[in-house]
């Protein structure tokens, strides 16, 4: 057998680790190697969390205060962090990290991302650009599998193929398929003045031109940044309000409903006034808000993450592509080169000409629960994008939507 063939056994090395964050024995491939480590809190690899945000690959989404929120608001009862180390099995230097946590879910554990509805995308912490192959990949998730608890299944959704032009590993790897999810985005460039213009389809440009001159005959037109926790209070409030009404006459659901999301967005905007890794922006116009937008920045990229609008205001004028087109050029002022339009295949990101990308997922079930509760949520998940993809059903299940809320207000309001 020659030495690709070949599988060497890794123990745990005692490093003076509490034993439940130590590295568990792990068979790889000699020719890729890995070691891996389970920590069950954050503060355990704080250090080299920073470490790799500052100097490694990730996205605006594994940012280590983001993430700490997560935890500290997010995490259900129960629930347990698992965040693993990945070491090079010969240097011992650190590879990867991956943020997962297990919790409990009908009658069952799941292992997923550490996510709680608020990570557009699954993506590991990266040491570095180095390139990454589905032989190395596999490898290295051997190695993570070994340390993971037991669990019924795994449910890791919203993995992009590339991590700021690198190859995201768990995109490499065999089992993955492709979501019914897909991200948009624009790779920008060049004069700020002219950015729309350069990258953007006519079409796009010329709406937005006329928008905004029927903005500016209303009043003076401002592109205001929150640069206070007062004026982080203040947008975010609006962001909620605009927001929160805007789903209710659409009939759909909205994370900021729950009370413990919306504290999570506020206090990581008031956080990020610190180093700029949240952005909060509104649009003005005469004095009123009439749209607002909610940013991560982070490695060159704007991801934007919320978007919120007064149509009542300018009914004849979409603040909503106003306030992007704007914050496109403010990207550009900081020298800052890609668009993260986010996840959703909503009309106007094709027209304004950003390219999509369909996400893959991990999710199987390793018990007869889990198999089961996974092919229940691929059903949905299918069934779902089948309705968005055809008007008629979706307009009559908006409506349905509509009519049951109404219907759940009134009894409140009754009681």
Same mark, same amino acid.
């Given at each position: 057998?020659?030495?690709?063939?070949?599988?060497?056994?890794?123990? $745990?090395?005692?490093?003076?680790?509490?034993?439940?964050?130590?590295?568990?024995?792990?068979?790889?491939?000699?020719?890729?190697?890995?070691?891996?480590?389970?920590?069950?809190?954050?503060?355990?690899?704080?250090?080299?969390?920073?470490?790799?945000?500052?100097?490694?690959?990730?996205? /605006? =989404?594994?940012?280590?205060?983001?993430?700490?929120?997560?935890?500290?608001?997010?995490?259900?009862?129960?629930?347990?962090?698992? !965040?693993?180390?990945?070491?090079?099995?010969?240097?011992?230097? %650190?590879?990867?990290?991956? %943020?997962?946590?297990?919790?409990?879910?009908?009658?069952?554990?799941? !292992?997923?991302?550490?996510?709680? &509805?608020?990570? +557009?995308?699954?993506? %590991?912490?990266?040491?570095? @650009?180095?390139?990454?192959?589905?032989?190395?990949?596999?490898?290295?998730? $051997?190695?993570?599998?070994?340390?993971?608890?037991?669990? +019924?299944?795994?449910?890791?959704?919203?993995?992009?193929?590339?991590?700021?032009?690198?190859?995201?590993?768990? $995109?490499?790897?065999?089992?993955?398929?492709?979501?019914?999810?897909?991200?948009?985005?624009?790779?920008?460039?060049?004069?700020?003045?002219?950015?729309?213009?350069?990258?953007?389809?006519?079409? #796009?440009?010329?709406?937005?031109?006329?928008?905004?001159?029927?903005?500016?005959?209303?009043?003076?037109?401002?592109?205001?940044? @929150?640069?206070? %926790? +007062?004026?982080?209070?203040?947008?975010?409030?609006?962001?909620?309000?605009?927001?929160?009404?805007?789903?209710?006459?659409? &009939?759909?659901?909205?994370?900021?409903?729950?009370?413990?999301?919306?504290?999570?967005?506020?206090?990581?905007?008031?956080?990020?006034?610190?180093? /700029?890794?949240?952005?909060?922006? /509104?649009?003005?116009? &005469?004095?009123?808000?009439?749209?607002?937008?909610?940013?991560?920045?982070?490695? /060159?990229?704007? =991801?934007?993450?919320?978007?919120?609008? +007064?149509?009542?205001?300018?009914?004849?004028?979409?603040?909503?592509?106003?306030?992007?087109?704007?914050?496109?050029?403010?990207?550009?002022?900081?020298?800052?080169?890609? #668009?993260?339009?986010?996840?959703?295949?909503?009309?106007?990101?094709? =027209?304004?000409?950003?390219?999509?990308?369909?996400?893959?997922?991990?999710?199987?079930?390793?018990?007869?629960?889990?198999?089961? $509760?996974?092919?229940? !949520?691929?059903?949905?998940?299918?069934?779902?994008?089948?309705?968005?993809?055809?008007?008629?059903?979706?307009?009559?299940?908006?409506?349905?939507?509509?009519?049951?809320?109404?219907?759940?207000? &009134?009894?409140?309001?009754?009681?």
């Amino acid at each position: 057998m020659d030495v690709a063939g070949q599988a060497v056994q890794i123990a $745990a090395v005692d490093d003076g680790l509490p034993v439940a964050e130590a590295s568990r024995p792990v068979t790889v491939p000699a020719i890729d190697a890995y070691t891996a480590r389970l920590h069950t809190s954050l503060e355990a690899v704080r250090p080299l969390w920073l470490r790799f945000q500052m100097d490694g690959v990730c996205t /605006g =989404h594994q940012h280590f205060a983001w993430v700490e929120g997560i935890v500290a608001r997010l995490m259900p009862a129960g629930a347990e962090p698992l !965040i693993v180390e990945v070491n090079d099995a010969v240097t011992g230097a %650190p590879l990867m990290l991956v %943020p997962l946590m297990l919790r409990s879910a009908f009658q069952h554990r799941v !292992i997923e991302w550490l996510s709680c &509805g608020v990570c +557009d995308y699954s993506a %590991p912490l990266l040491a570095d @650009a180095g390139a990454w192959t589905a032989q190395s990949a596999q490898a290295a998730w $051997a190695a993570v599998r070994s340390v993971l608890p037991s669990a +019924d299944r795994f449910h890791i959704t919203g993995i992009p193929r590339q991590i700021s032009g690198v190859a995201n590993p768990l $995109a490499l790897l065999t089992t993955t398929r492709d979501s019914v999810q897909t991200t948009f985005g624009l790779a920008i460039d060049g004069d700020p003045e002219t950015v729309l213009k350069r990258l953007c389809r006519p079409s #796009f440009v010329k709406e937005f031109g006329k928008d905004w001159r029927r903005l500016e005959r209303l009043g003076d037109v401002e592109l205001v940044q @929150a640069v206070s %926790p +007062d004026q982080v209070e203040e947008i975010f409030g609006e962001l909620v309000r605009m927001r929160l009404s805007r789903f209710r006459e659409l &009939g759909r659901f909205d994370l900021l409903t729950q009370e413990a999301v919306v504290d999570f967005y506020r206090a990581a905007a008031i956080q990020g006034l610190s180093d /700029g890794s949240v952005r909060l922006f /509104g649009l003005r116009v &005469g004095g009123s808000l009439i749209a607002v937008q909610y940013l991560l920045v982070h490695q /060159g990229t704007v =991801h934007a993450l919320l978007i919120a609008m +007064d149509q009542s205001v300018v009914p004849n004028v979409s603040p909503g592509m106003a306030i992007i087109g704007r914050l496109m050029r403010w990207a550009r002022e900081q020298d800052l080169g890609y #668009f993260d339009l986010s996840v959703g295949n909503q009309s106007y990101k094709e =027209h304004m000409g950003a390219k999509g990308s369909v996400l893959v997922e991990l999710c199987h079930g390793y018990t007869m629960r889990g198999r089961a $509760a996974s092919n229940a !949520i691929d059903l949905r998940n299918r069934t779902e994008a089948f309705v968005r993809s055809n008007p008629r059903l979706l307009n009559v299940a908006q409506r349905l939507m509509r009519g049951l809320r109404r219907s759940r207000g &009134g009894r409140r309001e009754q009681a």
